[in-house]
């Protein structure tokens, strides 16, 4: 064999060798993990959700009556003030019910006038029969029917003044439906909506459905954000707990709010495959002026926050399965699944910890049980870290280590 060919068959068993030594020493060391040393910091819990911006006091104005629309005298975003004429249904059907109803009262108290009068003759006459009857002058027969004649008048006295009464009622109510036909503001705001236009009908509601919303009056003045917080979420929010909320139109800006509203039943879903939600109410306290209903928006709610908190990694809590012991039968109602960390020990191998955690932070969790401080526990990455048994032998990878203090 020639002296180069040598050379090349040499270098080659070296690189061989080298690379052999290499991947034993990997295995040696074990797998290449990230650490991170248990420690203390400030901790704020916190609960994000989605929703829209709505005043905290709004009209929704239905149609009390049907009709059609003759005046029409604001459009969206007008200012107005309580008691501002808003628009008019035609007026004129409910206004002949009103005169019908009006002639009909007439009618009736005339017959009520010629009611009582026959009740006083019927009295006088009774009253006079009775006077000759204890005289011994009229018959028996003849008193009774003046006795007749008086209560039947009395009777029909009586149901007349009741008509009457009616009649009156039927008036009244037939003024209001007449004041149904104009629509006056009910408080000071901005018309937001307007779903209504010049020469179309109006529809009241029937039974339990609501009319068709003609018109919105919103007060501006104070608005709150109507958030969707998910099921997990919700039981750490609370009433009064503060918030920042961020409005789409208006970016790189945040509003303080707070929350004052939080919905005790879940919101209907529209299929069964939507999660479950809560509505949860912030009243933002420093609204933009030119802030408008509907418009989307994000909160942050805080739910709580601990001043130097025992915290890990939130990457290095894993959840695995309870498993009981040789013949032992795990009790009813007992949890199926435990919370821990992978401890990296002196000796370089891994040992599963349960602990307890508390709030939890953006990037950390508290820990409450399990941990004292200063414990080293394996942080990533993911795909070891979930096929971890315990008692692995591991390592720090250090490449991973540089490449985030450059980064």
Do not use: C
Request: charged share 25%.
């Amino acid at each position: 064999m020639k002296r180069k060919q040598l050379w090349i068959l040499g270098g080659g068993l070296a690189v061989v060798l080298i690379g052999g030594l290499s991947v034993a020493g990997m295995r040696d060391k074990g797998l290449a993990v990230q650490i991170a040393t248990v420690g203390r910091e400030n901790l704020q819990s916190k609960v994000s959700a989605n929703g829209k911006i709505q005043a905290v006091t709004k009209a929704d104005i239905s149609a009390s009556i049907m009709g059609q629309v003759t005046r029409l005298a604001v459009k969206e975003g007008d200012r107005v003030t309580k008691g501002q004429f808003l628009m008019e249904i035609d007026p004129r059907s409910a206004r002949a019910n009103a005169d019908a109803m009006q002639a009909n009262l007439q009618a009736t108290q005339s017959d009520l006038t010629s009611a009582t009068a026959n009740l006083a003759q019927a009295r006088s006459d009774f009253d006079r029969a009775k006077a000759n009857r204890d005289a011994g002058i009229i018959s028996a027969a003849d008193f009774e029917r003046a006795k007749t004649t008086f209560e039947t008048a009395r009777a029909n006295q009586e149901t007349v003044r009741r008509r009457a009464d009616q009649a009156k009622a039927n008036v009244s109510q037939s003024h209001v439906g007449l004041g149904f036909s104009t629509i006056s503001a009910p408080m000071d705001g901005v018309v937001t909506a307007r779903r209504i236009e010049l020469g179309e009908t109006a529809v009241p509601g029937i039974q339990n459905q609501a009319g068709t919303v003609l018109l919105t009056v919103s007060d501006m003045s104070r608005v709150e954000a109507e958030m969707e917080v998910d099921e997990a979420s919700i039981p750490t929010v609370k009433l009064g707990q503060e918030a920042q909320v961020r409005i789409d139109a208006y970016p790189n800006q945040t509003f303080q709010g707070q929350v004052t509203e939080v919905a005790g039943s879940p919101i209907l879903k529209l299929s069964a495959n939507e999660a479950i939600k809560f509505k949860v109410k912030v009243w933002i306290k420093n609204p933009p002026l030119t802030i408008k209903p509907g418009l989307s928006a994000q909160a942050d709610i805080f739910t709580g926050n601990r001043d130097q908190a025992l915290a890990i990694p939130i990457q290095s809590l894993v959840t695995r399965e309870i498993k009981p012991k040789p013949g032992e039968t795990p009790k009813a109602g007992a949890p199926r699944d435990e919370e821990g960390v992978w401890l990296f020990t002196k000796e370089g191998k891994t040992q599963f910890l349960p602990v307890k955690t508390g709030l939890m932070g953006d990037l950390n969790v508290e820990v409450l049980e399990g941990l004292k401080g200063g414990e080293t526990v394996v942080t990533g990455p993911f795909r070891i870290i979930r096929d971890l048994k315990g008692g692995e032998k591991v390592h720090e990878d250090k490449g991973k280590k540089k490449d985030e203090k450059k980064g």
